[in-house]
T-cell receptor, first 114, second 109 residues
Framework: SQTIHQWPATLVQPVGSPLSLECTVE??????LYWYRQAAGRGLQLLFYSVGIGQISSEVPQNLSASRPQDRQFILSSKKLLLSDSGFYLCAWSVFGVLYTEAFFGQGTRLTVV | DAKTTQPPSMDCAEGRAANLPCNHSTISGNEYVYWYRQIHSQGPQYIIH???NNETNEMASLIITEDRKSSTLILPHATLRDTAVYYC??????????FGEGTQLTVNP
């Protein structure tokens, strides 16, 4: 069966520090991968998605970047965090190349920038 | 992908049916309607999807109007554990998957 791992669950980082959040998927090949951010009391904002290794689509210009170094690994990074980067970050995957497919989400990382 | 419109919040009494509406008037022929829910501080969970026929599973029923411009998610006997944010999404064959603000459903005892 497929599983998605996302870590850490919580993170407190000072302003200006770097960030690296990792997400890995098991039990499937060539998945679509997604990073979302959710501010308190708000909906999910799509940040990046990827349909293959090295293929990243960015949705919103921001202080963040994403990379996909391996088929089932998706990394969210920042060189210098801002206070506005605080939020709940969610990784998700879906099956590639089919019309209907549901997305499966990790448990999320709650990031607080102080 | 088509845009969706949902009420920001709804209340429902425990044991009663919860009917959550979604408007997707710009939906195109090959786009599916998906519903997810997000319980506080967790990742969203898939509930159900449909193209043009009504669908039912162990969690909910999905009613899609004949013109496909709107749909309703029905939780037949809401429980306190159904309190969550419910997202209606319309998606075609592309990989991009976006969520709106959803509807906060509160089930009251």
């Amino acid at each position: 069966s497929q599983t998605i791992h996302q870590w850490p669950a919580t993170l407190v980082q000072p302003v200006g520090s770097p960030l690296s959040l990792e997400c890995t998927v098991e039990g499937t090949s060539n998945p679509n991968l997604y990073w979302y951010r959710q501010a308190a009391g708000r909906g999910l904002q799509l940040l990046f998605y990827s349909v293959g290794i090295g293929q990243i689509s960015s949705e919103v210009p921001q202080n963040l970047s994403a990379s996909r170094p391996q088929d089932r690994q998706f990394i969210l990074s920042s060189k210098k965090l801002l206070l506005s980067d605080s939020g709940f970050y969610l990784c998700a995957w879906s099956v590639f190349g089919v019309l209907y497919t549901e997305a499966f989400f990790g448990q999320g990382t709650r990031l607080t920038v102080v | 992908d088509a845009k969706t419109t949902q009420p920001p919040s709804m209340d429902c009494a425990e044991g009663r049916a919860a009917n959550l509406p979604c408007n997707h008037s710009t939906i195109s022929g090959n786009e599916y309607v998906y519903w997810y829910r997000q319980i506080h501080s967790q990742g969203p969970q898939y509930i159900i999807h449909g193209l043009k026929n009504n669908e039912t599973n162990e969690m909910a029923s999905l009613i899609i109007t004949e013109d496909r411009k709107s749909s309703t998610l029905i939780l037949p006997h809401a429980t306190l554990r159904d309190t969550a944010v419910y997202y209606c999404i319309v998606k075609g064959s592309g990989s991009r998957l976006t969520f709106g603000e959803g509807t906060q459903l509160t089930v009251n005892p």
